[in-house]
């Protein structure tokens, strides 16, 4: 009988970030976070409906954690990592997501991107939209 040995991330989602506006930024990101630790890591797709159009992944770590007072809320507070062998290339630089309630299914973000700009871009305020694969 095989060894099946068991798989430490339980929690994998698939994470839609977007303000709703056309033409602005969004974010899809897939993600999976150990629960016993927090470790979450994946990676982020920015997209923008502009000419020329922008479209760029950046693998995402970070770690997630809930709040215990008040309002049961989880945030996932993760950053960019560089990728590309460019210099300067587009990346997101840091990703906060705060769900409404315990492995959630909706909540707001706010990022940073650093695209072909001497200063980075900062997002606030963003719809998130959670479909989780698997949770605890």
Do not use: C
């Not at 970030?17 to 016993?36: N, Q």
């Not at 693998?59 to 809320?73: F, M, N, R, S, Y």
Request: glycine content about 10%; aromatic content about 8%.
């Amino acid at each position: 009988m095989p060894l099946t040995l068991p798989n430490p991330y339980d929690a994998e989602g698939h994470f839609s970030i977007t303000s709703g506006l056309v033409g602005a930024p969004s974010i899809s990101a897939s993600l999976i976070t150990i629960s016993k630790t927090g470790f979450t890591q994946g990676y982020g797709t920015v997209s923008q409906a502009v000419y020329p159009p922008l479209q760029f992944q950046t693998k995402l770590a970070g770690v997630a954690h809930a709040t215990g007072a008040g309002k049961a809320e989880q945030i996932f507070d993760l950053h960019g990592i560089e990728t590309s062998q460019l210099v300067g290339a587009p990346r997101i630089v840091s990703l906060l997501i705060v769900l409404d309630g315990i492995w959630g299914t909706t909540g707001k973000a706010s990022y940073v991107l650093f695209e072909d700009t001497p200063e980075p871009k900062e997002f606030k305020d963003q719809k998130v939209a959670v479909t989780w694969i698997r949770k605890p």
